[in-house]
């Protein structure tokens, strides 16, 4: 945009007029409830600004501040049942009930907490730190006597007059006063709001627009009175009174903090929300929290874990009631050396059941080694981790855009593993929502020679692949891009039409025509790069970029728009040269998905007024001229061939226009656009329709929707793994199938089941004058169809046979009524891939709610633009693309690929990966505290159950924090079972995700009966190896201190190997943790016992003095270390030997070194649990068959 | 278990494709962050598993046989006396037995040496039932004070015996109230033998633990006398047979050294044991044993650890021997 002012006064002509606009509809609300702001314009220090006392422009989106960091976390740590019972523990730990002291149960839950609340203050900070730079930014802001300066953004106050330059961000919402333009427009990027790209303009009121100078602002005041802040960013309602005068104002004057001003050079504006008022902070919600299955069922294990320990510290308490009852027999003491005469409560005999409720307390504290305190804040560090390796994935980088994978949450790592159904998006998802225009059908002609990657892909499920033709046709491909650099979005190549050609065309006139409208009727904004001179240029959706370029290359350059005319370079066919021509533009009707349509009035040189339209077919061909569907046959012929072909199509008609025609329309649009009533848009589309009819036909125009690199290979992966795919489109039915056809979902062969509304029999209910019984009868006409579908299904579930479902909208809304969905639902699962399409975002988020409730099954959702963020958000996990549709997907998604095809690697290797990790992590979590636990309570049965420790306090306590944990965290990040090759070569592998078997129920309490086994076989060898003889050469017996340090030798030897043992990964990393866990033992032990006795207790000089030098010692802890592991050993050896899971055949595989012998690799994928319907693979093995 | 450092070679060399060039430091991060460190990549093939199998039983059943054998080198001499030792007519009442101070105490025993035992032969007192790890019991005690004697005079966690007629206790506590105190003479032939009873404590706790210039004081002066009483002249220090009980067991059957005689016994010697059975266990129905044993490298006499290593090792090589013939049998 040059940006020179232009004398024409623009609001007389162009589509919004602002001038003497009525109060009609919701203005009448101002001043009430609702609606009851009152901002004094430029004035904001007065007394009645301050009586209102509106927030300052600080924004925080922190959790935190410094004065509730501790409380609000400390509070979200102890909500977790887990951490609140050790605080409880650590609370009850200074009374005499505690059996060990409070200092070393209290180190080990502020170590834990200290963790998470560390973790905690470093995300907040990292915000804050966005906050301070966010709020410190500067913006002019008008001081008094027409002098700006800069101020920072947290210091404006509402009723600030601020004037902001080009490309910079709005600090609040304003309302717009004038800019740099006379007519006071500017446009407007709204990225940061809702990911649209595209510019958007704004108009300030006439009565305001005259401001250019900032010495306007010496006197100017005015009174605003709007609407109370909310966070619906399409609507505002308000008025300004200035002087006398009052003036609505809507969001055509309302510039929301966070988009950018673009393409003007300056704007002045009053604030009228700050801070957290503005639109966009209320629209901040918090995503919704996500859990995943894995961390659910760990909750039970916990409760479980918690109801064995109330078990143990029932029965220890029983036995200890009894044993206290019967130490005072009739006033003879049993055991005096007790003193049960002369006690305290906790050891009574004469009230022997509050000593054991007390005991029970104790108990309680004791056995609490059985829950593990560290295990989420472990599974929480685990998880950052885990998220690093997916964000770094060098093959999950995006070269060209310079996009790497992100991981927003990291608490759905694992959830990656377990996938059922994946939904997806089909625009810049599955396709790259780039358009290429590729094919045009003008006046009954087909021009365009390019073979669409659907057609090839038809071609070759049709089997008739004609090798030399496509050989030809890629040296062809290669050829012309030698030629000339491609363009992208054009991919046009026919001869006839290219370098000017069409001039020697039959009808060149149409053909001027055609290529005409297509540089004129869009929305596409001109950007000259000044040093090449080259036209780039800014359209709404791709669609409309490759119309503007198609024409351009074709000889018709658009170059320039202004608000009232849009320039061109182009091609005169009488003078054979280029030409500069002017169009005066008078109004664009926008398009919308109900008009499915957009037009342009344009008056030429010549002053001849032309309407140019173009739009879907269905709504077009009804509104031509009866004396212009010369072509309509051919034409439509082609529509469906390119329809066919997976293309998008477009008609294209023009009309001209009479000067009194024009000026009716004029008159009426005008007033419609500047009603402010609800009913705006019908008015305005009634209008419009009145126009834009009779109008003549030119041809068509067909643009591909190109697939994006790699998709077919990856569903076909998905595929094999087992994964169900849906596709739920907004397009159109035919396009969809063909989609679904060039990425392998549908083939030939199968039997389609489609669902439509489009049957003829429908279509005559549709015109029935009963809305009510035309509904009731849709709906019985789709739940008859999915009877027949249910039906066709029993039939094929002994063939064979796939069945794909085709369902669309309209069908659809029905299909999810509550009593029809579960038979829907039914049909679809049992089909081997669903397309919905024309299906709305919410009609995305209910299909995607209805596969997670109804099957409880994982579900994927991927999407890439605005209507699938509420698909994304219902999903158990939602991915998005960061593609170029904004980043509206991306940020409400989970994780953010850039392309889909690093959903395969994402789900078969990360996804599996993290899986296996973190429920082998879990698992073993439970083993070593079940096997640590366990030691503690059968040694109870050994001590009267008093509640005396086996182990000094401090072995007690660090036991979860140092000696166990770094193993197990390793175990977390790095295990791998196979390496990410063959998670790719084998995608069934993926089916252990699915089917949980790697944290079933039965591992999980074969885990935890491996404790149990561990810690039995610990305590009783070691008893019975150290009881009663002499421990060492010199004589000496072993005492409670031996015997304790003795034992967890053992427990930490064999809790550590046995990780060493499960584990199929080792690194120097694992080496190192396991083994230096060990060595870290006896180096503590060492440390520990040499320090003061006071300190140390019964760990003084144990190791040095009495373990280190005796022999049993080392025998001891070697026997039970081996004879603990053999039973798992063991098993683990025949399991793998007679019973593999699916990850142990891998593994053998790789082993035997038969990775490169194909037939045996088909043998172990032959092992599949669930049939592969879908995918190429899918399509070769049917054909084998055949 | 095969080391497979080169199975990641595919995607690490597609790593440092990427310009990483100065340092190991960079090629091992990178390493790190996509996940192709080289590993070790065990896999329990058959062969490894019998041949770990086996490798077990070879080494533990040699184990278990030389531990088996100095097991059952140690020559051991159990005499239960508390039964015995309590006169015919207090048969029916023990306790009242043990309580009656006018009662002598004193009691005979007869052993007979079957083998030749080489000294130091050690002389143990072994009680059955007694729960000294009771956490009443254990917690019973003043570190502090064993170590500085009345100048450290928080003694709350020794009670009900922390203190008496307002004077505290040296030592405090249930442990050092309920000393044991039977004794033993051991006459061989006609002479007396030496019994050492220096150096049965561990030397951190006489040297660290308990004071070397703390006595004493106002110890079993109570209404109620629990066990031993302790002579108030020799420090707590030196006071071997204290030391050694406040060592609390882990177990409610236990032996303590009593000392040592360090003299050979020869085969058919017959050794008469005079004691003094003060020691009350017939309260709470506990057993007294009187016990003599040599040691061997690996303590005292007790052949569990032997057995198990051999039966150990021995389903080891069954282990190894079924899944071979299981191996065979069904091949993959």
């Not at chain 1, 020697?504 to 055609?514: G, L, S, W």
């Not at chain 1, 040095?1104 to 022999?1111: F, G, K, L």
């Amino acid at each position: 945009m040059a940006g020179g002012r232009r004398k024409q006064r623009f609001s007389r002509i162009h589509a919004f007029s602002c001038g003497k606009a009525s109060f009609k509809g919701d203005h009448s609300l101002i001043g009430g409830p609702g609606f009851s702001r009152v901002i004094y314009c430029n004035d904001p220090e007065s007394f009645e600004a301050g009586v209102h006392n509106y927030d300052s422009n600080y924004v925080r989106t922190t959790k935190y501040t410094l004065a509730t960091f501790f409380p609000k976390s400390l509070f979200e740590q102890f909500r977790r049942v887990a951490n609140f019972y050790f605080l409880i523990c650590a609370i009850l730990s200074f009374t005499p009930l505690s059996p060990y002291t409070a200092v070393s149960n209290v180190v080990p839950l502020v170590v834990v907490i200290g963790a998470t609340m560390g973790k905690e203050l470093i995300e907040d900070w990292r915000r804050k730190r966005q906050d301070i730079e966010m709020n410190n930014r500067k913006v002019k802001v008008h001081s008094a006597d027409g002098v700006f300066h800069h101020t920072k953004w947290m210091d404006l106050k509402v009723g600030d007059i601020v004037k902001v330059e080009k490309d910079e961000f709005f600090p609040a919402d304003l309302i717009l006063l004038s800019s740099s333009y006379e007519e006071a427009v500017c446009y407007v990027e709204t990225m940061n709001l809702d990911g649209e790209t595209n510019l958007k303009l704004k108009q300030a009121l006439d009565a305001t627009s005259n401001l250019h100078e900032d010495s306007s602002f010496r006197d100017f005041r005015t009174l605003i009175r709007c609407e109370d802040p909310n966070a619906n960013l399409y609507s505002f309602i308000g008025n300004m009174e200035l002087g006398e005068q009052q003036y609505p104002l809507s969001p055509q004057q309302l510039l929301l903090r966070d988009s950018k001003l673009r393409n003007t050079d300056y704007i002045y504006g009053v604030v009228i929300f700050t801070g957290h008022d503005t639109k966009v902070m209320q629209n901040s919600m918090a995503p919704p929290s996500k859990r995943s299955k894995i961390e659910r069922r760990t909750d039970k294990i916990i409760y479980f874990l918690f109801f064995i320990l109330v078990l143990m510290s029932f029965i220890g308490s029983i036995f200890f009631g009894i044993a206290t009852r019967e130490d005072l027999d009739n006033g003879r003491m049993k055991r005096w050396y007790l003193r049960p005469d002369n006690t305290t409560v906790y050891y009574d005999p004469k009230r022997a059941p509050a000593a054991a409720v007390l005991h029970f307390l104790t108990a309680l504290m004791l056995y609490s080694y059985l829950i593990p305190i560290s295990l989420y804040v472990s599974i929480e560090i685990v998880k950052v981790l885990q998220s690093i390796f997916i964000n770094q994935d060098l093959n999950m980088y995006y070269e060209e855009a310079d996009k790497p994978a992100r991981a927003r949450t990291s608490n759905l790592n694992e959830e990656l593993g377990q996938v059922d159904t994946i939904l997806s998006d089909k625009t810049g998802t599955l396709t790259c929502n780039s358009m290429e225009f590729i094919k045009c059908s003008v006046a009954g002609t087909s021009y365009g020679r390019g073979v669409t990657e659907v057609e090839r892909a038809m071609a070759k499920r049709k089997g008739s692949p004609l090798p030399q033709e496509e050989i030809e046709e890629e040296a062809h491909v290669e050829e012309q891009t030698e030629q000339k650099p491609s363009i992208k979005g054009f991919n046009f190549v026919d001869e006839r039409i290219t370098n000017g050609h069409w001039v020697n065309e039959p009808r060149a006139d149409v053909i001027h025509k055609f290529l005409r409208l297509l540089a004129i009727c869009h929305t596409a904004i001109p950007e000259i790069d000044e040093e090449s001179g080259r036209v780039t240029y800014e359209a709404e959706s791709p669609d409309e970029a490759a119309f503007v370029i198609a024409a351009r290359e074709l000889g018709f350059e658009f170059y320039e728009r202004t608000q009232t005319s849009i320039s061109l370079h182009e091609l005169d066919p009488v003078a054979g040269r280029t030409v500069k021509r002017n169009y005066q533009l008078l109004h664009i009707i926008e398009f919308s998905s109900s008009r499915k349509r957009m037009s342009v009035i344009v008056r030429n040189e010549e002053g001849k007024l032309l309407l140019l339209c173009k739009g879907a077919d269905s709504v077009m061909f009804e509104r031509l001229a009866k004396d212009g569907r010369e072509f309509e046959e051919q034409t439509k012929e082609h529509i469906n061939e390119y329809a066919d072909a997976g293309l998008r199509t477009l008609v294209l008609a023009y009309r001209e226009l009479d000067e009194e025609e024009y000026s009716e329309f004029n008159r009426e649009f005008t007033e419609a656009k500047n009603s402010v009533s609800s009913d705006r848009e019908e008015m305005i589309e009634e209008v419009a329709a009145k126009t834009e009819r009779d109008l003549i036909l030119l041809g068509a125009t067909a643009v591909e929707d190109k697939l994006q690199n790699g998709v077919p290979e990856c569903i076909d992966k998905l595929a094999q793994a087992g994964i169900k795919i849906w596709v739920l489109t907004g397009d159109k039915m035919e396009t969809a199938i063909n989609i679904g056809f060039a990425c392998s979902l549908l083939r030939q062969g199968m039997k389609q089941v489609t669902i439509s509304s489009e049957t003829p029999e429908n279509k005559a209910l549709q015109k029935m004058e009963d809305k009510d019984a035309a509904a009731a009868a849709s709906k019985a006409s789709v739940l008859r169809q999915i009877s027949e579908g249910k039906e066709l299904l029993t039939a094929s579930s002994e063939s064979p046979e796939a069945l794909a479902l085709i369902i669309d909208g309209n069908s659809l809304a029905y299909a999810l009524h509550d009593d029809v969905k579960d038979k829907f639902l039914e049909l679809a699962v049992g089909c081997a891939s669903v397309i919905c399409c024309r299906s709305s975002p919410k009609q995305k988020a209910l299909v995607t709610r209805l596969v997670k409730t109804k099957t409880g099954n994982t579900t994927l959702a991927i999407g890439d633009g605005a209507n699938d963020v509420g698909m994304l958000q219902e999903a158990d996990i939602g991915v998005g693309i960061s593609g170029v549709e904004g980043m509206q997907a991306v940020m409400s998604s989970d994780f953010a690929i850039a392309q889909f095809r690093y959903l395969e690697r994402l789900l078969l290797v990360h996804g599996h990966w993290c899986y296996r990790r973190i429920s082998s992590m879990i698992c073993y979590f439970f083993y070593k505290n079940i096997a640590f636990g366990f030691t503690l309570f059968f040694y109870e049965a050994y001590a009267s159950f008093s509640g005396q420790p086996a182990y000094n306090d401090w072995f007690l306590s660090l036991y979860n924090v140092f000696f166990t944990s770094l193993p197990v965290i390793a175990l977390g990040v790095f295990d791998q079972d196979v390496s990410a090759r063959f998670c790719l070569k084998f995608p069934l592998l993926y089916q252990e995700g699915v089917q949980n078997v790697l944290f079933s129920w039965l591992r999980i309490f074969g885990w935890a009966f491996n404790g149990v086994l561990s810690a039995t076989l610990i305590f009783f060898f070691s008893i019975s190896a150290m009881e009663h003889q002499a421990f060492n050469k010199g004589g000496k017996v072993a005492g409670l201190e031996i015997l304790g340090a003795t034992m967890y030798t053992c427990v930490v030897w064999v809790v550590n190997c046995q990780m060493a043992l499960s584990i199929s990964y080792f690194t120097y990393i694992q080496h190192l943790f396991i083994w230096g866990g060990i060595v870290f033992w006896y180096i503590f032990l060492m440390a520990y016992g040499a320090i003061d006795p006071n300190i140390s207790t019964t760990a003084y000089k144990v190791f040095i003095e009495a373990c280190a030098p005796a022999a049993s010692y080392w025998l001891i802890t070697f026997f039970v270390l081996i004879s603990s592991l053999l039973p798992y050993f063991t098993y683990s050896a025949i399991q793998m030997r007679f019973f593999p899971l699916y990850h142990q055949m891998i593994q053998w595989i790789r082993s035997d070194g038969q990775t490169e012998d194909p037939e045996y690799c088909h043998m172990v994928r032959q092992r599949s649990l669930r049939p592969t319907t879908v995918g190429y693979t899918a399509r070769f093995s049917k054909r084998e068959r055949r | 278990m095969d080391v497979d450092g080169g199975s990641t070679s595919s995607d690490s060399t597609r790593v440092r494709s990427i310009p990483i060039r100065s340092g190991q430091c960079k090629a091992f991060l990178s390493q790190f962050k996509q996940q192709s460190l080289p590993a070790c990549k065990p896999v329990l093939t058959p062969a490894w598993v019998i041949a770990i199998h086996l490798l077990l039983g070879f080494v533990f059943i040699p184990i278990g046989l030389v531990t088996l054998h100095a097991s059952r080198g140690v020559l051991e001499i159990v005499d239960r006396y508390d039964a015995d030792c309590v006169p015919e007519e207090f048969k029916g009442n023990k306790v009242s037995y043990i309580k009656d101070t006018s009662v002598p105490k004193n009691c005979t025993r007869i052993l007979k040496v079957h083998k030749y035992m080489k000294a130091p032969i050690y002389i143990y007192y072994q009680l059955d039932n007694y729960y000294q790890n009771h956490r009443r019991y254990v917690k019973s005690r003043s570190d502090q004070q064993l170590l500085h004697g009345l100048k450290y005079n928080d003694t709350s966690s020794c009670k009900p015996e922390e203190s008496n007629n307002g004077l505290p206790i040296v030592p405090c506590g249930l442990i050092a109230w309920s000393l044991f105190n039977d004794t033993y003479t051991f006459i061989h032939g006609t002479a007396e033998l030496r019994v050492n009873r220096k150096n049965i404590a561990w030397k951190s706790d006489r040297d660290h633990k308990f004071g070397k210039h703390v006595y004493p004081f106002n110890f079993q002066n109570g209404t109620l006398i629990g066990g031993g009483k302790l002579d108030p002249n020799i420090p707590l220090g030196d006071q071997e047979d204290l030391i050694v009980w406040m060592r609390t067991s882990a177990l409610p059957s236990f032996r303590k050294i009593y000392g040592r005689i360090e003299e050979d016994l020869e085969a058919d010697d017959v050794i008469v044991v005079h004691l003094m059975n003060n020691y009350n266990t017939y309260s709470f129905g506990g057993k007294k044993k009187l016990v003599i044993s040599t040691s061997s490298w690996l303590g005292g006499r007790n052949d569990f650890l032997g057995v198990a290593y051999i039966f150990v090792g021995s389903s080891a090589v069954i282990l190894s021997l079924v899944f071979l013939l299981l191996h065979v049998k069904n091949p993959r």
